[in-house]
C-alpha cells in the first residue's frame, strides 16, 4: 500500500509539472501574437502646465521621407491603436484630406496622401492626430538649393505715453472699461517681434495651420522667451494680436510678426518707475534662434537702469540687447523724475537697500499685508492670539477625542484579534503618509490592494468555528474574487492576441469551468483550487506580457479596482453582522458599488484627453486615491452602524461601550467634515452634548421589557395618576374626621403602590418591548421629518447664493444631519436619556441640540456679517439675532415635537390612548404641544418677513481669490 501511495503521488505530482508547462508554454505563445506595445500616455511632472499638457507625442512616419518634384503621394503611418474615424492627418503638401486604415498588427494606422504636383522644392510639415495623441513629420521635396536662410529675431520695444482712451487698440480694449481718476499719467508699451526663418520654417506651417490662434503669448514665449511688465498700476495685461507671415513667390525666406501691447498709469505725486523683464526661452523641442537682437526706444522716459547682458548700445532713450540665453531687465524713469529700481532689476532685498541706501524693508513691492484672525479681528493683539491659541488647542483637543473615541468604537474584543493589527498598521501608515507627507499615489495603491486581501482573510479567519457563517461559505466567495481577478488579467492578453471574440469564449469556458465545481456539491471543495488556477494563470499572463514590454490597460485596472472593492465590501459586511447570507452579501456589494462608482464619478476630473474606458496614468491614480480617501472610510463608518444594528438587536445594546463610542463617533464627524479653524471647538461642544443627553445608566431601566410587561406598567402609572389627581382633588376640598382621613390614606396608597421590579412611575422610559435598533430608525424617521422644512431652505438659500461648488455643498450638507443623528441616537439609547418621562428626556434632548447645532450656526452667520465672502450679502443686526432665534425655533420643534411624538408611541405600543396621560381638557397637558405649535408658527412668520435670518451652511473658509497682479507674462 506504501508504495502503491508513493506511485499514486508521483504520477500527482507529475501531472500538475505538465500541466503547469503546459499552461506556461500556452502563455508564451499568446504573449508572441501580441503586436508591438504602442507608446502609451505617460503622467507629466514637473509644473502645473506639464501635467496637465504632457503626453508621449504621436509617432509619425513619412515614407518616403524625400521625394522628387512631382511625385504623386507618400505613406503615412502612424503608432496609434485608435480607431480609424478618430486619426486624421493635415499639411500643405496634401490634396486632399486622408483617410486612415488599421495596419494589420493592429497597433498602427497608415494612409496613403495625394500631393499637389505643382509643389515647389523645399520642406513641408505633416501634422496629426491619432486619438488624444499629437505628432508631426516633415517630408522634403528635393531641388533646392543653396545656403539654408538662418532664423534670426529682433524685438522692439516702445515705451511712449499714452492717453485715456488709447486702449482700444489692445485686444482685450474693447471688452474691458479701464477708466482711472484724474492725475494719473498714463503709458502704452508696444512689443514687436519681426522673426525671419526660412519659407518652410515648422514655425511657418504651424502659423498657417492656427497654432498660435488661442494663445499666441504661449507659442511666442517658447520661440523668443517671455516678456513682462511691472507698473505701479496696470490697465491692460500684454496681449498678443494674431500673427501676421509674409512671404512672397519664390522667396526663400518668410517674415512673422507678432505685436504685444500693455497699458498701465504711473501716479505723479509718487516716485515710481516702469520696468520691462525678459526671460529667454525654456521650451524643449522648438527651434532654437540663432540669433535676436532687442531694442528698446523711449519717448518721455529715461532708461534708468538695466541688468542681465552688458548692453550693446545706450542711450537716454535707446538700449539695444543681446537676447541670448540670459534674463535681461530695464527700469524707465519719467523723463526729470527717478524712483526706486534697484530691487526690480535685482531681486535682492538687501542688495537694493545697501544700492539705494534704505531699509530692506522699504524694498520690494507695496502690499498691505493684514493678518486677521477667522472673524476678522485682528491676529497681532491679545485678543486675537487668545483667539488663535484657543483654535490651536481645540484642534488638538479634537483630534485626540476623534482617535481616542475610534480607538473605543472598535471595542477591546476586535483589538484582541491581531490579524487587526495589520489592518491598524496599513490603514495608519497610508493615511498617516497621505496626510504628513501630502503623497497619495503611492498609500493609495497599497490601501486599494491590500484591504480586500485583508477583509477576505480576516472574514475566513472569523468563520473558524461559527455557526452563522461556515468557513467553506468564507472560502467559497474568496474563491470568487480570485477567479474574477484571474479573469480580468487573462482578458488584456487573450484579446490583444486573439481578438474579443475568441478571447470572450476562452474566458466563458473557464468561467463556466469554474462556476460548475461550484454549483455541484460533491464538486465544491474543488472550488477553492479553481479560483486560485484561474488567478495564477491570469497573473501570469498579464505578468508575460508586462515583462516583454506592453502596458495594461486602463480598463484592466479598473476592473481590477471594482473587484477588490466588491471582495471589501463582502468582507466587512460579514465581520461586521456576524451572518452569512449570500442574498444579503450580493445586495450590500452591489449597493456599495453603485455608491462608490457615483462617488468616484462625482469627485474625479477627467483630463480632456481621458475617458473612462481608457484613463489616462494620473486619472486613473486619482480614481485610486477616491476610492482610498474617501470610499473607504465611508464604508468603514458603515460597517460601524451595521455593527451597531447588530448590538442593537438587543437590550444589551444599551450598555455596550462600542455601540455608544459610535454613536458619539458619528455625532463628531458631522463637524469633523469641515476644514473651518473653529471645528475643533464645535466637536468639543458636540462631545459635551453628548454626555448632557446620556449621564450615568440606571441599572433598573437598562433591562428588556417585554410587550406585555410594558402594557402592564402602563396601565398601573395611569392608574396611579388617577389616585394622585383625586388626592389632589379632595385635598382641595374642605373636609374633616375619620371618613375623610380614610379616603385619603387610601388614594396615598393607591398611589405610592406599584407592582413589579419597576416602578410603574418609570414606565415610559423603557424600551417599550422594542429593541434599541428599532427605536433608533423611529426617531431618525421622525427627527428627519421635523427638521426638513429648515434643512430644505438652508440648502435653498446656499445654491440661490453660490456659495459654494458641487463637493463643497455635499461636504457641507453633512452638517444637516447632526439633527437627525442626535435623534437616532436619543431614541437608540431613550432609557438612558436624562429625565424620567419623555417631555422631560426631550428637554434634555433641546439642551444637548443646542451645544450641537447652535455654535456651528451663530460661527456660520458671524462670518456672513462681517462680509468676509464676497457672494454673501451680509444681514443686519437685528435679522442676525432674529435668525439665531429661528434657529433655536427650529431645534425647539425639534425637540418637542419628538418628546410628544414618543410619548404618544408609547402608549400606542401599550394599546391605550395617549389622552390617558396627555389630557387635552387641561391648559398644563397641552403646554408642550401648544409650545411646540407657537414655536412653529413664529419660525415660519419670522423667516418670511426678515431677510437674510438663514445662515449659509459651513462650507469652511472661502478660498482666497486671486487679486490682478500689474504684470502679465506672455
Given at each position: 500500500m506504501t508504495g502503491e501511495g508513493l506511485r499514486a503521488g508521483a504520477l500527482r505530482g507529475a501531472l500538475v509539472v505538465v500541466a503547469v508547462l503546459l499552461l506556461f508554454g500556452a502563455g508564451l505563445w499568446t504573449v508572441s501574437r501580441m503586436g508591438p506595445a504602442p507608446a502609451g500616455p505617460r503622467a507629466g511632472s514637473g509644473s502645473e502646465a506639464d501635467v496637465e499638457y504632457e503626453e508621449d507625442p504621436l509617432s509619425l512616419t513619412v515614407v518616403p521621407p524625400r521625394v522628387p518634384p512631382g511625385t504623386a503621394s507618400v505613406r503615412v503611418a502612424a503608432a496609434c491603436a485608435a480607431p480609424p474615424e478618430k486619426t486624421t492627418a493635415q499639411s500643405a503638401a496634401f490634396m486632399d484630406s486622408v483617410a486612415f486604415a488599421r495596419a494589420p498588427s493592429g497597433t498602427a494606422m497608415y494612409a496613403d496622401a495625394e500631393l499637389d504636383p505643382e509643389l515647389p522644392p523645399g520642406r513641408y510639415q505633416i501634422f496629426a492626430l491619432c486619438g488624444t495623441r499629437f505628432g508631426s513629420a516633415e517630408l522634403e521635396i528635393e531641388g533646392r538649393k543653396g545656403p539654408e536662410p538662418k532664423r534670426t529675431a529682433t524685438t522692439t520695444i516702445t515705451l511712449t505715453p499714452a492717453r485715456p482712451g488709447d486702449w482700444r487698440d489692445h485686444p482685450d480694449g474693447e471688452r474691458t472699461s479701464a477708466e482711472l481718476g484724474s492725475g494719473w499719467i498714463f503709458f502704452r508699451v508696444r512689443i514687436t517681434h519681426e522673426v525671419r526663418v526660412p519659407a518652410d520654417d515648422p514655425d511657418v506651417a504651424a502659423l498657417r495651420a492656427g497654432a498660435a490662434g488661442g494663445d499666441p503669448s504661449t507659442f511666442v514665449s517658447e520661440r523668443l522667451g517671455s516678456f513682462s511688465v511691472r507698473a505701479p498700476r496696470s490697465l491692460f495685461g500684454l496681449g498678443y494680436a494674431a500673427p501676421v507671415v509674409r512671404t512672397d513667390s519664390g522667396a526663400r525666406e518668410a517674415v512673422i510678426t507678432y505685436t504685444a501691447l500693455d497699458?498701465?498709469?504711473?501716479?505723479?505725486?509718487?516716485?515710481?518707475?516702469?520696468?520691462?523683464?525678459?526671460?529667454?526661452?525654456?521650451?524643449?523641442?522648438?527651434?532654437?534662434?540663432?540669433?535676436?537682437?532687442?531694442?528698446?526706444?523711449?519717448?518721455?522716459?529715461?532708461?534708468?537702469?538695466?541688468?542681465?547682458?552688458?548692453?550693446?548700445?545706450?542711450?537716454?532713450?535707446?538700449?539695444?540687447?543681446?537676447?541670448?540665453?540670459?534674463?535681461?531687465?530695464?527700469?524707465?524713469?519719467?523723463?526729470?523724475?527717478?524712483?526706486?529700481?534697484?530691487?526690480?532689476?535685482?531681486?535682492?532685498?538687501?542688495?537694493?537697500?545697501?544700492?539705494?541706501?534704505?531699509?530692506?524693508?522699504?524694498?520690494?513691492?507695496?502690499?498691505?499685508?493684514?493678518?486677521?484672525?477667522?472673524?476678522?479681528?485682528?491676529?497681532?493683539?491679545?485678543?486675537?492670539?487668545?483667539?488663535v491659541a484657543a483654535l490651536v488647542a481645540g484642534l488638538v483637543a479634537a483630534v485626540l477625542l476623534l482617535l481616542s473615541t475610534l480607538a473605543r468604537a472598535l471595542g477591546r474584543p476586535w483589538w484582541r484579534r491581531r490579524r487587526?493589527?495589520?489592518?491598524?498598521?496599513?490603514?495608519?501608515?497610508?493615511?498617516?503618509?497621505?496626510?504628513?507627507?501630502?503623497?497619495?499615489?503611492?498609500?493609495?495603491?497599497?490601501?486599494?490592494?491590500?484591504?480586500?486581501a485583508l477583509a477576505l482573510l480576516s472574514t475566513f479567519r472569523a468563520a473558524n468555528g461559527r455557526g452563522d457563517l461556515p468557513r467553506a461559505e468564507a472560502a467559497v466567495a474568496a474563491a470568487v474574487a480570485a477567479a474574477l481577478a484571474g479573469l480580468v488579467l487573462a482578458a488584456w492578453p487573450l484579446a490583444a492576441s486573439f481578438g474579443g471574440g475568441p478571447a470572450a469564449g476562452v474566458l466563458a469556458v473557464a468561467a463556466g469551468a469554474a462556476g460548475v465545481t461550484a454549483a455541484v456539491p460533491r464538486l465544491r471543495r474543488l472550488f477553492p483550487p479553481a479560483g486560485l488556477v484561474l488567478l495564477g494563470a491570469g497573473a501570469m499572463l498579464a505578468g508575460m506580457a508586462a515583462v516583454a514590454g506592453h502596458a495594461p490597460p486602463s480598463l484592466m485596472w479598473l476592473a481590477l479596482v471594482v473587484v477588490g472593492w466588491g471582495a471589501l465590501v463582502f468582507g466587512w459586511v460579514t465581520e461586521a453582522g456576524h451572518r452569512w447570507s449570500a442574498v444579503s452579501a450580493a445586495r450590500w456589494v452591489a449597493a456599495a458599488t453603485v455608491a462608490c462608482g457615483a462617488q468616484v464619478y462625482a469627485v474625479t476630473d477627467l483630463d480632456p484627453r481621458s475617458t473612462w474606458t481608457s484613463l489616462l496614468p494620473e486619472d486613473l491614480l486619482e480614481v485610486a486615491g477616491t476610492v482610498a480617501f474617501m470610499s473607504v472610510p465611508l464604508l468603514a463608518l458603515t460597517m460601524l452602524v451595521v455593527r451597531v444594528r447588530r448590538f442593537g438587536g438587543s437590550a444589551e445594546g444599551l450598555t455596550e461601550p462600542a455601540a455608544f463610542h459610535t454613536a458619539v463617533l458619528l455625532l463628531l464627524l458631522t463637524r469633523a467634515q469641515t476644514v473651518d479653524p473653529v471645528a475643533g471647538i464645535m466637536i468639543l461642544l458636540v462631545w459635551a452634548g453628548v454626555f448632557v443627553l446620556l449621564p450615568a445608566p440606571r441599572a433598573e431601566l437598562l433591562r428588556a421589557v417585554p410587550p406585555e410587561e410594558h402594557r402592564r406598567l402602563v396601565r398601573d402609572l395611569i392608574r396611579r395618576r388617577s389616585a394622585r389627581a383625586a388626592l389632589t382633588a379632595l385635598l382641595r376640598q374642605a373636609g374633616e374626621g375619620d371618613d375623610f382621613e380614610q379616603r385619603r390614606q387610601a388614594l396615598e396608597r393607591a398611589g405610592d403602590e406599584h407592582e413589579g421590579p419597576l416602578d410603574s412611575d418609570l414606565a415610559l422610559t423603557t424600551l417599550a418591548g422594542r429593541t434599541p435598533w428599532q427605536n433608533a430608525l423611529a426617531s431618525l424617521g421622525v427627527g428627519a421629518a421635523l427638521s426638513l422644512p429648515f434643512s430644505v431652505v438652508r440648502i435653498s438659500e446656499s445654491l440661490q447664493g453660490l456659495q459654494a461648488g458641487g463637493q463643497e455643498l455635499a461636504a457641507a450638507a453633512l452638517a444637516l444631519l447632526s439633527l437627525p443623528a442626535l435623534s437616532m441616537v436619543f431614541g437608540y439609547f431613550y432609557p438612558r436619556v436624562r429625565g424620567t418621562n419623555p417631555v422631560a428626556k426631550c428637554l434634555a434632548f433641546f439642551l444637548a441640540a443646542l451645544l450641537v447645532e447652535l455654535p456651528t450656526y451663530v460661527y456660520t452667520l458671524a462670518r456672513a456679517s462681517i462680509a468676509q465672502d464676497d457672494w454673501v450679502v451680509p444681514p443686519t443686526a437685528d435679522g442676525a439675532f432674529v435668525g439665531v432665534l429661528v434657529a433655536v425655533g427650529n431645534i425647539a420643534v425639534v425637540s418637542i415635537g419628538l418628546g410628544l411624538w414618543w410619548e404618544w408611541r408609547l402608549m400606542w405600543l401599550a394599546g391605550e390612548p395617549w389622552g390617558r396621560v396627555r389630557d387635552v381638557r387641561t391648559l398644563r397637558a397641552l403646554a408642550a404641544p401648544l409650545a411646540a405649535v407657537a414655536i412653529a408658527a413664529a419660525t415660519t412668520a419670522a423667516t418670511a418677513m426678515v431677510n437674510n435670518v438663514i445662515a449659509p451652511l459651513p462650507s469652511g473658509p472661502p478660498a482666497a481669490e486671486a487679486t490682478p497682479t500689474p504684470t502679465r507674462t506672455p
Open positions: 497699458y498701465g498709469a504711473v501716479d505723479p505725486s509718487e516716485p515710481s518707475t516702469v520696468g520691462v523683464a525678459y526671460d529667454p526661452p525654456a521650451a524643449e523641442g522648438v527651434p532654437r534662434l540663432d540669433a535676436h537682437e532687442i531694442v528698446v526706444l523711449a519717448t518721455g522716459w529715461t532708461v534708468a537702469g538695466v541688468s542681465g547682458p552688458p548692453p550693446l548700445a545706450q542711450d537716454a532713450h535707446l538700449l539695444r540687447l543681446n537676447g541670448g540665453d540670459r534674463p535681461a531687465r530695464v527700469a524707465f524713469a519719467r523723463d526729470g523724475t527717478t524712483g526706486p529700481m534697484a530691487y526690480f532689476l535685482g531681486e535682492n532685498r538687501d542688495m537694493a537697500a545697501f544700492l539705494e541706501g534704505t531699509d530692506p524693508s522699504d524694498q520690494g513691492p507695496e502690499e498691505e499685508q493684514v493678518s486677521t484672525g477667522p472673524l476678522g479681528m485682528d491676529a497681532d493683539g491679545f485678543v486675537g492670539r487668545a483667539w487587526n493589527w495589520v489592518l491598524v498598521a496599513m490603514a495608519g501608515g497610508g493615511y498617516g503618509w497621505y496626510l504628513l507627507v501630502g503623497e497619495a499615489d503611492l498609500p493609495a495603491l497599497l490601501l486599494v490592494a491590500g484591504l480586500p
